[in-house]
């Protein structure tokens, strides 16, 4: 199913996988998405915390299912630009996967950092707070970079998890990225009026910095309650 929001942004409820075989070629200008780290399978469940509510350290059903980058090679090399560029968020689990697969395919695989200034703490002590996530970064020569003083390249970014009142609480979205830091790579990394697609659409966060930003957006999601939620949630950009 194929909603159109408005003249800047189309979602379609189902599997990626399948839509991506009807995108045109060489049509994207950014691919900017949110995957399944494959992390569930090493939570250790929720951690029970004296004289107050255990601290949620499950994901998702959905993570247990496992992601394979080297299905998503062919269509992503195949509707990107040859100046658009790729950001995917990923795991520590998953980094050589996507290396091995898309490196040998573009001109330059690289990394950026994602630091979280309010990481959910660690109770007992026993390890390094999680207050950092990747996401690699794929493009070839002649991309288009938005970029003017030094100190703006530095392949980091600093911003709290997604709070309230921007955090849905219903549905809840285990991984849901801040607005503020999806709206940083955005303006990095394409024009106003350019597609950015999110093949992963979760609850639409995506879609909403690209409204914020003037970019044209298309996103694909398969699970129904958050395919409803990102709608709700973009189609109250057009009526603003």
């Known amino acids: 199913m194929i909603v159109l929001v408005n003249k800047m942004a189309r979602l379609i409820y189902g599997d990626c996988l399948e839509y991506m075989k009807k995108i045109p070629d060489n049509c994207i200008d950014l691919i900017l998405t949110d995957p399944p780290y494959n992390i569930a399978q090493y939570s250790t469940g929720n951690i029970v915390l004296p004289g107050r509510e255990a601290l949620n350290n499950n994901i998702a059903d959905w993570d247990n ?52 200034t309010n990481p959910a703490p660690k109770i007992f002590k026993n390890g390094f707070l999680n207050s950092c996530e990747m996401i690699i970064c794929m493009w070839n020569k002649g991309h288009k970079w938005n970029f003017t003083k030094q100190n703006e390249m530095h392949n980091f970014f600093e911003s709290p998890i997604c709070m309230q009142p921007e955090r849905l609480k219903n549905p809840k979205h285990p991984a849901q990225k801040p607005v503020k830091l999806l709206k940083h790579i955005i303006k990095i990394a394409s024009n106003p009026n350019d597609i950015v697609f999110d093949p992963f659409m979760g609850v639409g ?30 189609e109250g950009y057009s009526t603003q």
């Open 205 to 234: 966060s995506t879609g909403a910095a690209c409204a914020e930003l003037g970019r044209r957006f298309a996103g694909c999601e398969i699970d129904k309650i958050y395919f409803e939620a990102a709608k709700k949630r973009i």
């Open 65 to 116: 299912i496992p992601l394979d980058p080297k299905k998503l090679l062919p269509d992503f090399k195949r509707i990107i630009k040859p100046n658009g560029n790729i950001f995917v968020f990923t795991s520590y689990n998953l980094l050589g996967k996507w290396h091995e697969a898309f490196d040998p395919e573009f001109d330059t695989f690289q990394f950026f950092i994602w630091h979280k």
